[in-house]
């Protein structure tokens, strides 16, 4: 179907396009890569007045290190992650999960902002977030500046702590530990397709055992779910397979997820739980014994 009619803004910097969104108010909405919105748009499912690019900002490109800590613009696309050297050095699970999105031609527009943003519990991004501890920066109408941890982001299916005139400028991810073991396992029934369910693993690995783990799920729930009990039951174990199982209970334990058609809600569960237990093993192997 061909979108509705809408008014085409480019503001050249955060604060210009800040004050036309406060302007514009709920009619308008930010464009990023256009690979959730416009599709969105076609269908009538949104129907914005006023698109808002944000592409003619540069401050909102590139991934950076401050502080040692990553900070990557809103507007870096996955095909960009995919490429970085400074990704692959410090967080190599956003390569691992950018190549699961999509194909090349989506993941060339597609930006990491519009990912995380969106608010859809099927992006990849927001779970992997979650794991990493990750924070989003957020500006608002009048140079305001706040920043949200990816936990507290997210309040329902396209629900969001995005504020009326708010950008999201850039997300903030701690380095994970030296040598830790990282995981992203998605289950798709096809390339392009969004996952019926999927998994990521952070931890550590200190004296043969687990020290750290954070686990998440993707597409089992209204938002991207922390299983925080999960995590706990692997913590202090080297994986026996009665670990394992006790995990991957605990993580279908909060899994709900809608019967569509990627499969029944007990099906996407039980997914859900092989994600786990896959990931799991796959961190833990690739852990450095510290
Ligand atoms: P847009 O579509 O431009 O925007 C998405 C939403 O976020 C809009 O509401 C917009 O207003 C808002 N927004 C965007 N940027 C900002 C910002 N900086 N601040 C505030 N609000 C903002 N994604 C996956 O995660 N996994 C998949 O498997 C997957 N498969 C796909 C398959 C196909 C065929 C297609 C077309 C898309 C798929 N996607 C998938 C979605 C893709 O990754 C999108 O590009 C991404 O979700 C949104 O990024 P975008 O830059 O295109 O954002």
Do not use: W
Request: charged letters at 20%; proline letters at 6%.
């Amino acid at each position: 179907m061909i979108p509705g009619s809408f008014t085409y803004h480019k503001p050249q910097s955060i604060s210009e396009a800040s004050a036309l969104l406060a302007s514009l108010g709920d009619e308008a909405r930010p464009l990023a890569g256009g690979h959730s919105l416009i599709p969105m748009m076609k269908l009538r499912m949104a129907t914005p007045q006023h698109l808002v690019d944000l592409g003619g900002i540069a401050g909102l490109k590139g991934v950076t290190v401050e502080n040692g800590t990553l900070v990557i613009g809103a507007m870096t696309t996955q095909a960009e992650l995919i490429a970085s050297d400074l990704i692959k050095a410090q967080a190599p699970i956003l390569i691992e999960t950018s190549l699961m999105i999509a194909d090349p031609q989506v993941r060339s527009c597609g930006t990491i902002g519009g990912n995380v943003a969106n608010g859809d519990p099927g992006n990849d991004m927001p779970a992997v977030m979650m794991a990493l501890g990750a924070s989003y920066r957020l500006a608002g109408p009048g140079g305001a500046e706040r920043t949200v941890a990816a936990r507290d982001f997210y309040q329902g299916a396209y629900f969001t702590d995005l504020q009326p005139g708010e950008i999201l400028v850039a997300v903030v991810a701690p380095n994970p530990p030296r040598g830790h073991g990282y995981a992203y396992e998605k289950m798709k029934r096809k390339i392009g397709d969004y996952a019926t369910a999927a998994a990521a693993v952070i931890l550590t690995r200190r004296n043969g055992v687990i020290a750290d783990c954070a686990i998440t799920l993707t597409n089992v729930g209204e938002t991207a779910l922390v299983a925080e009990e999960a995590a706990r039951a692997v913590i202090g174990s080297a994986l026996d397979p009665a670990t394992l199982k006790r995990a991957t209970a605990a993580a279908e334990a909060i899994a709900s997820p809608a019967t569509d058609g990627r499969g029944t809600a007990a099906y996407r569960t039980k997914v859900a739980g092989v994600m786990v237990a896959r990931a799991l093993r796959r961190a833990f192997d690739r852990a450095a014994n510290a």
